[in-house]
């Protein structure tokens, strides 16, 4: 059998609507053969019915999380002040959504996901290349996600059944409760993931608001504890704003900004179902800089308390949470904690690598079978270790992931404004033989911008608790701008291949 060929189908007819929004035309058959299946194609526009609310509580859901608070208060644990840590990370968050509009445009336009939209800059088969490294760094973060909800299980057990749950023999390190826990919080998302989308964005919708309680909650307590506002305020930087804070700025930048960009890629997952452009783009500018912007300045405060009451500061909020005396009071944050985390990993880090799994065979794996995959390998990763220490989860997973992540946002950016100006063929992204099979189904020059970003993107960086050493020390300058490196690498050499190809070639 062979793929190389163009279908016998005739191809479907796409209409425009008045408000700019693409679909296959009513009459036409719908796209089919081996690169096609029901969660891959098209929204119909009837069922792109998300609204400006939806994608604000959607952002309000993912920014609000255990990792979320970690990122901030990470910055604490290495130093930095609060004014510091909040301008950093509000500094990324409005950095990071411009790549997050220009990649969700797609989505409420044509109704597709991520990894058919990357099938017009790499090929209807190159398409599973980013969308394998994607759905990898997803499978990263459900496992990292999925072991701080089983923290918040295993405190929580502990405090209602005693000392018999929390002083348990140990495996491997921790006690069997844990591992318990860990994995009853693991089937709990798989049973919400085999809901269906529309399940997600009901529970994202009621539990946003909640999340930001509970921070509220444990800010009140915090200040409570140190005796007001202001020694949560007066916490001193251990590095000033001189060289010390610049050297740690830049790394940090480009690990805040990586934070996020793994949705910057897959954002048309959910911009798919977006009812205009307005309620996408106003939802996300609404929702992404400034509630990680709030939720950052909560976590440090809370993390610059921590260290005026118990003389250190206490990055995690579990294990925060379990240093009250007050029942109710843990019950109610560690709740919370769960809510948080079962609201980003369900939405950022399954649904995703869902659909990037079901495009490497779309006749053979659905949605909801990618889905079970990213909850398997999510355990293979070993979580524990990639979230066992701020620098390490801060410079080197984040890092790493933004650097080759940014990559690949470069690639799509280039082909879909500059090349393309916003145009796409609905039945060519799922036809062998159209324009977006190029040779083979590979598009090898975005293969090839997409190596030469990425080595030069995280070549130099420290790979350090992974591997000892930097891969290439030659390139060490260029770690700290990972993310940046990356993206601009792969955003020139992309198009100087692509116009070298020619024109006429790229544009629909």
């Not at 100006?421 to 977006?436: E, F, S």
């Amino acid at each position: 059998m062979t793929d190389t060929a163009p279908t016998a189908i005739p191809p479907s007819t796409q209409v425009t609507l008045a408000d700019g929004r693409v679909e296959i035309a009513p009459d036409a058959p719908a796209p089919g053969g081996a690169y096609a299946n029901e969660d891959l194609l098209p929204v119909p526009v009837e069922k792109r019915t998300w609204t400006t609310y939806n994608f604000s509580a959607l952002w309000v859901g993912m920014a609000h999380n255990t990792a979320s608070w970690t990122l901030a208060s990470g910055l604490i644990a290495v130093g930095m002040d609060w004014k510091q840590a909040v301008l950093t990370i509000a500094l990324a968050n409005v950095i990071v959504l411009v790549p997050m509009l220009l990649t969700g445009h797609a989505g409420p336009k044509y109704g597709i996901p991520f990894p058919v939209f990357a099938r017009a800059s790499f090929g209807i088969r190159g398409a599973n290349l980013p969308a394998v490294v994607r759905a990898l760094v997803a499978c990263g973060w459900f496992g990292i996600q999925t072991w701080i909800g089983g923290e918040a299980i295993y405190f929580l057990a502990g405090k209602l059944i005693g000392n018999g749950w929390s002083d348990a023999g140990q495996i491997g390190g921790y006690p069997w409760t844990m591992w318990l826990s860990f994995a009853i919080f693991w089937v709990l998302q798989v049973a919400i993931i085999y809901r269906g989308m529309e399940t997600i964005r009901r529970f994202e919708n009621w539990a946003a608001p909640f999340v930001i309680v509970g921070a509220l909650v444990m800010l009140i307590w915090m200040s409570n504890k140190a005796g007001g506002f202001g020694p949560l305020l007066d916490q001193p930087s251990k590095l000033g704003w001189g060289g010390d804070f610049w050297k740690l700025f830049w790394p940090s930048l480009m690990g805040m900004i990586g934070f996020w960009s793994t949705l910057s890629l897959n954002i048309p997952d959910f911009t798919r179902y977006g009812k205009s452009q307005k309620a996408q783009m106003w939802g996300q500018a609404l929702g992404l800089p400034t509630t990680m912007t709030l939720f950052a300045f909560l976590s440090v405060m809370v993390t610059s308390g921590s260290q005026a009451v118990y003389g250190e500061p206490i990055w995690n909020p579990v294990e925060l949470a379990a240093k009250t005396d007050n029942v109710v009071g843990l019950l109610f944050a560690l709740v919370t904690v769960l809510v948080a985390t079962l609201s980003v990993n369900v939405a950022a880090n399954l649904v995703s690598p869902a659909f990037d799994f079901s495009n490497i065979a779309p006749r053979k794996i659905t949605f909801r079978a990618g889905a079970l995959a990213t909850c398997v390998i999510g355990v293979l990763i070993f979580p524990w270790k990639l979230y066992s220490d701020p620098q390490g989860y801060i410079f080197t997973w984040l890092g790493l992931v933004g650097g080759l992540l940014g990559t690949v946002a470069g690639i799509l950016i280039a082909d879909y404004w500059i090349l393309r100006r916003a145009k796409l063929d609905l039945v060519d992204l799922y036809r062998p033989g159209g324009q977006y099979w190029y040779e083979g189904g590979w598009n090898w020059r975005a293969v090839v911008a997409f190596v030469v970003g990425g080595v030069l993107a995280i070549g130099g960086a420290s790979f350090d608790p992974l591997i000892d050493g930097r891969p290439i020390p030659a390139l060490s300058s260029l770690a700290d701008y990972g993310w940046a490196v990356g993206l601009g690498t792969s955003m020139v050499l992309y198009l100087a291949l692509m116009l070298l190809r020619g024109r006429d070639k790229t544009t629909v």
